[in-house]
């Protein structure tokens, strides 16, 4: 297991039983049995909080508090504004049922948009949206007349920065030689993501100057909602001020336009 390129503590679990039985009697008959049974204890609640609790445990809530600031107007977008993507970017895969009420939106589910025809083709045209899975499939034929109202879910997982902006190229579509103008720039994606796996500038520098991305000067972020979580493999970077740091572990929610 230690020569496995990816590890998780879940690969652990098949050595819980042979160890019980090698060590257990140890354990029960020790000296300072009590002790040893109070710290068993302590160890596995400890656990049992982290990875059942902090650990990227912002994922479930981020999905389920989407209609609360979704109804909420933007202060860098208008009214007539249309979101085009929810992007979850190194998360665990979202559970995107939790969508499927509330949200007044009509989520469906698909890969990335850059090798992905099929849904920019819905996108352009309603008609072709009949493949198109929606969340709730009562409502799907009234939901699809309205194209703007068909937002992909679009699970980036681990990738990289380069990767996300090449979607969000595609997404918001930020060339100044578009002829649609303002409309395009009124167009705007949920980004869900550790900030952390965001931040490309040092310490001594602004998360979101000017509300530019960290990663890109070409976007606006606006963060709209976070929750409290621990990313292993997105740990906050040590800056010498440990309220800064225990302040970065959280998933935000961060709502991306052109800048």
Known sequence: LSCA????????????????????RTILH????????????LFNLILMIFFGVLHQGGVAPSLLAMPAYHAIPSTTTRSSSTLKALISYHTYMPPTFL????????????????????????????GSCKGLKTSS?????ERQSNVHNVVPIIDLKGSSVSS???????????SPQTSEGSHVKSNYAYLISPPE?????????????DSLCPFSEKYLCEE?????????????????????FLSSMKLSTFRVQCA
């Open 197 to 209: 796996a965001l931040n490309t500038k040092s310490c001594t520098e602004d998360f979101l100057k």
């Open 164 to 174: 996300l902006m090449n979607e969000l190229d595609v997404i918001l579509n930020c």
């Open 137 to 141: 499939e009562a409502e799907e034929t």
């Open 99 to 126: 969508l499927r009420e509330g949200s007044g939106t009509s989520f469906g589910v698909k890969g990335t948009l850059s090798n992905n025809e099929e849904l920019n083709t819905c996108l352009s045209d309603s």
């Open 5 to 24: 390129p990816h590890q998780e503590a879940r690969f652990l679990l098949p050595l819980v039983v042979p160890l019980s039985l090698l060590h257990g």
């Open 224 to 244: 709209v909602w976070y929750s409290i979580q621990i990313s292993t493999e997105d740990m906050p970077r040590w800056c010498g001020n440990l309220k800064h």
């Open 30 to 41: 020790a000296r300072r049995r009590r002790t040893m049974i109070i710290f068993w204890m």
